[in-house]
């Protein structure tokens, strides 16, 4: 077997939510760097492409359904990267999802299933992975939060929630395991073209405007004037996943296109 080469040569990471959009650009990203992996999404079925992807770039591929609001499927996830790969350097919290909504009108049923997917799921991912990791000599947590987890927004009160909470965990996680060598930083892209974008209805309905209108004025205010590419925030993942920033703990890196600089 050839050895494989690149940032990432040798080490093994699981990714959540690795069906599409940020996620499986991070995995393409990931195996193109030389990673094994473990790919995971609420089912098989959706992960075929990634997975065909990832081999077709050298990889060795492990894929798992779980849902990662289930401590218990989290858990599972942690030892199937353990056991499957060999061992878990990198975790890559990606999954997550997102509903619009006045706050007012939320409904507690929407927001509770939010904070579950979006912060729950993170926490239970974490934590597992830590007690491998601190064990194991060191690793790498990459939490994607999002300009959401710094900022306020329009109808979007839960996920914001979700993700403050995901940077509040990012850095108080850091912060207690920096002696462990195991570095946990986060990224908060901003306005990235994916299937999340495109359930802005609910929010443009809000606002009494059409989608496309609301998808205009959103880019309007990105200085770049057009979204993110998914692989734009891959190449950060890829940067956080390896050696390169061993110095760096405890960081939210904003990829936003220079939408609210500082
Ligand atoms: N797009 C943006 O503008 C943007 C901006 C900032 C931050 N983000 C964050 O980036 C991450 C990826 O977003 P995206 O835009 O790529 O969204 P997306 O295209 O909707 O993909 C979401 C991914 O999360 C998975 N997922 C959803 N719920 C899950 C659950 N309960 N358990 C396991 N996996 C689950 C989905 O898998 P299934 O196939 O199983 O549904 C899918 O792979 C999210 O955390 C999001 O909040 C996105």
């Given at each position: ?31 193109e ?28 591929v ?25 061992g ?8 997550g ?6 706050f007012?009108?939320y409904?507690?049923?929407?927001f ?30 990459v ?9 306020e ?34 990224i ?47 190449h ?13 703990t ?13």
């Amino acid at each position: 077997m050839t050895e494989r080469k690149g940032r990432l040569a040798g080490r093994r990471a699981l990714i959540t939510g690795a069906s599409r959009g940020i996620g499986r650009a991070i995995a393409f990203r990931y195996a193109e760097e030389g990673a094994d992996l473990l790919l995971t999404a609420t089912g098989l079925e959706q992960l075929g492409d990634t997975l065909a992807d990832c081999v077709s770039a050298g990889a060795r591929v492990l894929t798992l359904a779980a849902d990662v609001a289930d401590r218990a499927q989290c858990e599972a996830m942690v030892q199937r990267a353990v056991e499957g790969l060999g061992g878990l350097d990198v975790l890559v919290n990606n999954a997550g999802i997102y509903k619009a909504s006045r706050f007012v009108d939320y409904d507690p049923e929407t927001f509770d299933r939010i904070m579950k997917v979006n912060t729950y799921g993170v926490f239970h991912m974490m934590q597992f992975a830590l007690r491998h990791m601190a064990a194991a000599g060191g690793g790498k947590i990459v939490n994607i939060a999002s300009t959401a987890g710094k900022w306020e927004s329009l109808n979007q009160s839960a996920y914001n929630t979700s993700k403050h909470a995901v940077v509040g965990m990012t850095r108080c996680a850091a912060l207690e395991h920096a002696r462990d060598k195991v570095n946990i930083n986060a990224i908060c892209p901003g306005f990235v073209e994916t299937d999340m974008i495109d359930q802005f209805d609910d929010h443009a309905e809000i606002l009494g405007v059409s989608v496309e209108q609301l998808q205009t004025a959103l880019v309007g205010r990105v200085p770049i004037g057009r979204m993110l590419q998914p692989v734009e925030i891959a190449h950060l993942a890829v940067y956080l996943g390896s050696a390169e920033s061993d110095g760096m703990t405890g960081q939210t890196l904003t990829i936003s296109g220079g939408m609210r600089m500082g």
